[in-house]
T-cell receptor
Framework: DVKVTQSSRYLVKRTGEKVFLECVQD?????MFWYRQDPGLGLRLIYF???????EKGDIPEGYSVSREKKERFSLILESASTNQTSMYLC???????????FGPGTRLTVL | GEDVEQSLFLSVREGDSSVINCTYT??????LYWYKQEPGAGLQLLTY?????DMKQDQRLTVLLNKKDKHLSLRIADTQTGDSAIYFC?????????FGQGTELSVKP
């Protein structure tokens, strides 16, 4: 079974704080993704990575950065959190040559 | 989610069939997916259909694909309260998954 884990289920931060969201997958997948999910908007892709140290912007990268130092770990960074980044953040991974993505349980981030 | 459209809510009674509809835009998408998100949880792959198929059945789930109209549907037979969740359809576009807004299915006893 593929397992994608995220470091926190719930997180509360203050405006201006630096926030790290961690995602780890145990299936040696090359591709990893960060989405945010908001009511009525579905999932929107923030960033993705297709290899270690490689990253690509998704549809809404503004205000975010990512880090992929090891194959199994993909971090999402909010350099200076703002209230409009309050959302559910979902991480996913996918092996090369396949289309199916496997999702983590999500981190619900609240920025006060 | 502007490329993939779903209605936001559906309410059914326990034991009835549920039909969740989706329209997509990329006719070259090789697979189309249905994901399920239970309250407070991440997304779980429910089923998928290869683009050269019209229908796929998996126990209580039936997926219908109309490529001409770019319309995808998910039918859940004998809907149970445990089926209450948000259902997302998704297409592959440029190697990325594009999701609809999600349909919240509410099952009333």
């Amino acid at each position: 079974d593929v397992k994608v884990t995220q470091s926190s289920r719930y997180l509360v931060k203050r405006t201006g704080e630096k926030v790290f969201l961690e995602c780890v997958q145990d299936m040696d997948h090359e591709n990893m993704f960060w989405y945010r999910q908001d009511p009525g908007l579905g999932l929107r892709l923030i960033y993705f990575s297709y290899d270690v140290k490689m990253k690509e912007k998704g549809d809404i990268p503004e205000g975010y950065s990512v880090s992929r130092e090891k194959k199994e770990r993909f971090s999402l960074i909010l350099e200076s959190a703002s209230t409009n980044q309050t959302s559910m953040y979902l991480c996913a991974s996918r092996p090369s040559g396949a289309d199916t993505q496997y999702f983590g349980p999500g981190t619900r981030l609240t920025v006060l | 989610g502007e490329d993939v459209e779903q209605s936001l809510f559906l309410s059914v009674r326990e034991g009835d069939s549920s039909v969740i509809n989706c329209t997509y835009t990329d006719s070259s998408s090789t697979y189309l997916y249905w994901y399920k998100q239970e309250p407070g949880a991440g997304l779980q792959l429910l089923t998928y259909i290869f683009s050269n198929m019209d229908m796929k059945q998996d126990q209580r789930l039936t997926v219908l694909l109309n490529k001409k109209d770019k319309h995808l549907s998910l039918r859940i037979a004998d809907t149970q309260t445990g089926d209450s969740a948000i259902y997302f359809c998704a297409e592959i576009k440029g190697g990325k998954l594009i999701f609809g807004q999600g349909t919240e299915l509410s099952v009333k006893p």
